[in-house]
Every structure is written in C-alpha cells, then in structure tokens.
C-alpha cells in the first residue's frame, strides 16, 4: 500500500518519471475547484515546490456563464428550481459540445411552455467565459512566485481535470506558457491511471527498464541544531524516492556561516544519534539573528543516495554533500537503535524539553546582555535591579534539570524588560527618523 499525491499521479501517467528532468506545472481544474502544483523532477524524486488553487473555482462556474447567458438571450429572470436545473444541465451539455464542434445548439421547453432555441459558438462561449480563464492564472503566477520560478524554467504543463478540454483553456495555458500543454491523455482518468501505473509496478509487474524502488527509510534523516538536538527531516519508513525540505535561520547576530551536521537516528540528542555527515555553508549576508532563511533540502534517490543542501534565499549562495547512509549500517545495527529510541522514549523527551528550555533561555541572556550594554541609561535605577535580579535567577537556573523551572523564570525576565524593549524599539525608530523630511517617507 502506498500513498501517492494527485500532482505526481499525473506526472507518472505521463511517464515523466522516467528519466525525465526538470521543473513541471500541473494544472488541474475540476468541477468545483481549481488547484496548481509546480514539481520538480531529480533524479527520480519528485519535489513539490509550490502550490496554489481557487477552491471556488471550476468547470461549473462556466457552466454558470452559459445558464446566465440563455437566461440573457432570452429574456428570463426568475426560474423555477426545475427550470433551473433543465437549464443548467443544457449549458454544460453545450459546454462540453464546444470542445470539439465549434457551435452548440440549445434547445428547452419550460415548465410554463416557454420554449428555448438557441445556438451558442464557440466564439461567445470564449468572451463570456474569458474572465473565468483569466482567473485560474492568477494561481499559476503565485504558485511561480512562491517556487522563485520564471516562466522559462518550466519544461512542461500537464492538464488534469475535465474542464480543461475546453479549448480557451488550452490555448491561454499555451500561450501564457510559450509552448502546448501535454492533453493527449484523458484529464478526467490522468491522476487514476498513474495510480494504477503505481500500483502496477509495486506488484511487480515492471519492466527490467522501469525504475520503482521499493524501499523506505528505514531511520529517520535529520540535523542537528541549538542544544545538541536533532530536528527529523525526513521520518522512517518514508517511501524512497523522497525530498524534503525545511527553513532555518541563523543564531546569532552577524552570523556569516551556518554548520549542517547531518544525522540518522529516532533518538532526540545528537550524541544519541548517528553522524553521516558535516558540511558548511559560508558567505551568509551578516544580519541580526533570526533574519536570515536558509533552505535545507534532503533528497534520498532512487539508489538510496542521500543529497543535503542548504541554500540562503536572499543571495542563492549553496553547499551541499551526498552520503549514502546504509553504509556500514547492519540490519541488527537498525534493530538496536530502533529498540534504544522505544527503551528511551519518555528519557529523550524529557531530555529534548530541558535543551530547548536551555537554547531559548540562553538567547534571551545574550539579547538581554547586550541591550543592557547599550542603552542600559534608558533604565531607571529600580527597573535595572529588577531586570538585574531576574537576570541572575534565570542564570542560576540555566544549568539545572527542571525545564519548567527554567521556562518560568525566563518568562519573568522577558516580563522584566518588556518596558525596556519599547523604549529601545522607540529609539531605534527616532534614530532612522532623525533628519528625514516627510516628502521621502510617502
């Protein structure tokens, strides 16, 4: 049994898995909703880097266009609620009769005896709907926005979904792309089929030149952070070929470079875990802690070869390293470690509760430290020895075990110096307001 997400069903059903490399569109607009994915292809792993979507947006909307436009032509107004369903059911017949015939005759007979005959072309049918089209790339232009994407970076669209055979669709998605769209499969079967392509091949029935590994993780991939603590990446008993990816930030002010320690294990701590690999990524533009995002992408192939990356968004700047982390690793070596993380369980919580208590009460001294450094004269006397004494409680509780403890008196001290952080953030304000005229803030 295996889960497999609609986007790259569809990519599957057009045999895109196979060898195929690049960045993909999925443009699936259905009866009722219309949804955007941008996937990228490596390697045999399938990405998703964005998605977006109108869920008040389908092919019954047109259907609605068409019924507004008979009710116009017409002369109706209000309609019985059998009427109403006669007439609805008559657009979309129209509707999908447009998609190969370039009129649509449309003929009823009312409840009252009024009789409907008319002829809808293709023609009408593309200027009352063009507000509809025109809308459904409005998610596409996010979705490109989102993944940091260019029009050109694209190497295919797939259609998905039964109202894209409507020719005005087609044709906006070609010509907002620079190149046809792939529909020569059925769009209402397309995400079916390559579930059953998957499906296919995880009984076995392959070719020797199809690839489908069957694998999982069998350990969670991850990496360390603030604290010796392993933050999961990738769990076990994922599915392989898999990509995943997360953003973090930098610790410190200034921070220009950021050590990826990557790891393999269930347990919480690093020294519990088992190090695959070290790699550092340099030239981070020096900003205040917590600015900076940086994108950390683990990518395991087809050949159970794991790829790590760390990319800084503002500047592009990257590193990464491959390591293939079954090596040396025994099938008792995976049976123990995975009965230490059960046999410690409630242990490695506890532990992975106190360090991050820890990291986020040694952040808030070090912020407080250096505020106090300079503009300690915006304190008055009083206030300074409050902040001073629970400064001093917070760093007699720091190297202890209790993380409620900790967590309390780091709330008293952030508590202590909420006034101090206004004042402070009121002077920065003035600073970068000194001497500006008005005219150049509008």
């Known amino acids: 049994l295996r889960l497999l997400n609609e986007p790259t069903a569809a990519a599957v059903a057009y045999g895109l898995d196979n060898g195929s490399e690049g960045t993909y569109v999925v443009y699936d607009l259905g009866g009722g909703t219309f949804d955007v994915s941008i996937l990228r292809l490596s390697r045999g792993v399938f990405e998703v880097l964005a998605t977006s979507g109108d869920s008040a947006l389908g092919g019954d909307d047109f259907d609605h266009r068409v019924y507004c436009w008979i009710l116009e032509q017409s002369g109706l107004s209000l309609l019985s609620a059998k009427d109403t369903r006669l007439l609805l059911t008559k657009s979309r017949n129209a509707k999908e009769v447009l998609t190969a015939h370039g009129v649509a005759p449309i003929t009823a007979v009312l409840s009252d005896g009024f009789v409907i005959d008319l002829t809808l072309t293709s023609e009408i049918f593309t200027d009352i709907s063009r507000s509809l089209v025109n809308k459904t790339l409005l998610p596409v232009r996010k979705a490109l926005r989102d993944a940091q994407l260019t029009i050109d970076d694209i190497h295919g669209v797939v259609m998905v979904g039964g109202a894209t ?13 620079g190149r046809e769209p792939l529909t020569n499969l059925d769009p209402d079967k397309v995400v079916a089929l390559g579930a059953a392509i ?30 010796g603590l392993v933050e999961k990446i990738i769990p076990r008993n994922s599915p392989i070929p898999i990509a995943r990816a997360q953003e973090f930030t930098t610790y410190k002010d200034g ?43 683990f990518q395991v192939d087809a050949d159970g070869l794991l790829s790590v990356s760390a990319r800084e968004q503002s500047t592009g700047i990257e590193a990464q390293i491959s390591v293939k982390p079954s090596y040396g690793l025994s099938d008792d070596d995976i049976g123990r470690m995975l009965q230490d993380s059960l046999q410690h369980a409630g242990t490695d919580m506890h532990a992975r509760s106190l360090r991050e208590a820890q990291v986020e009460a040694q952040a808030l001294l070090d912020a407080i430290k250096a ?19 629970a400064l001093q409680t917070l760093q007699q509780q720091l190297p202890g075990n209790d993380a409620d403890q900790l967590r309390r008196a780091t709330e008293a001290l952030n508590n202590a110096t909420t006034d101090f952080a206004a004042r402070r953030m009121d002077k920065q304000i003035n600073k970068a307001l000194s001497g500006r005229k008005l005219t150049t803030l509008e």
């Open 165 to 177: 055979r409507m020719p005005q669709i087609r044709r906006a998605v070609a010509d907002y792309f």
């Open 198 to 227: 998957q499906a296919n091949a995880l009984a076995g029935n392959r070719g020797d030149d199809d690839w489908l590994l069957l694998d999982v993780t069998p350990l969670s991939l991850g990496l360390e952070t603030m604290g």
């Open 255 to 297: 921070q220009t470079a950021l050590a990826v320690h990557v790891l393999q294990g269930e347990r919480e701590l690093v020294s519990d875990c088992r190090s695959l690999a070290r790699f550092e990524l340099r030239g981070i533009p020096p900003m205040v802690a917590g600015a900076a995002r940086i994108r950390i992408t």
């Open 371 to 389: 505020a106090l450094a300079n503009d300690a004269d915006l304190l008055g006397s009083d206030e300074r020895s409050t902040i001073d004494q």
